[in-house]
């Protein structure tokens, strides 16, 4: 029953900072684990970042210390803070269950030039 809706991407210079949104839909947002995972071309999903319910997250290595994930249960919404981007983060981004991802929907597409 849940959905999710990516945004917030778009162009940014290496080194600057964006921030995405995940909003959900549905009264089970608040008791799922939420990942963000991205896709660059010709590759697959990457997990980047996850929460629990309660608030504890988990980082890829490549970018643990830049970005930060946090979520708002009463907006059922998980937020991905992007810091000090470069150009390799480049990719669509998306959310989803975690870690047993469902169905991709449309993504945020963040482009890092260098």
């Known amino acids: 029953q849940v959905q999710f809706a990516e945004s917030g991407g778009g162009l940014v210079q290496a080194g600057g900072s964006l921030r995405l949104s995940c909003a959900a839909s549905g009264r089970t947002f608040s008791i799922n684990n939420i990942g963000w995972y991205r896709q660059a071309p010709g590759k697959q999903h990457e997990y980047v970042a996850h929460i629990s319910r309660i608030g504890s997250t988990g980082y890829a290595d490549s970018v643990k210390g830049r970005f930060t994930i946090s979520r708002d249960n009463a907006k059922n919404t998980v937020y991905l803070q992007m810091s000090s981007v470069r150009p390799e983060d480049t990719a669509a981004y998306y959310c989803?269950?975690?870690?047993?991802?469902?169905?991709w929907g449309q993504g945020t597409q963040v482009t890092v030039s260098s």
């Open positions: 989803n269950f975690h870690p047993r991802p469902d169905y």
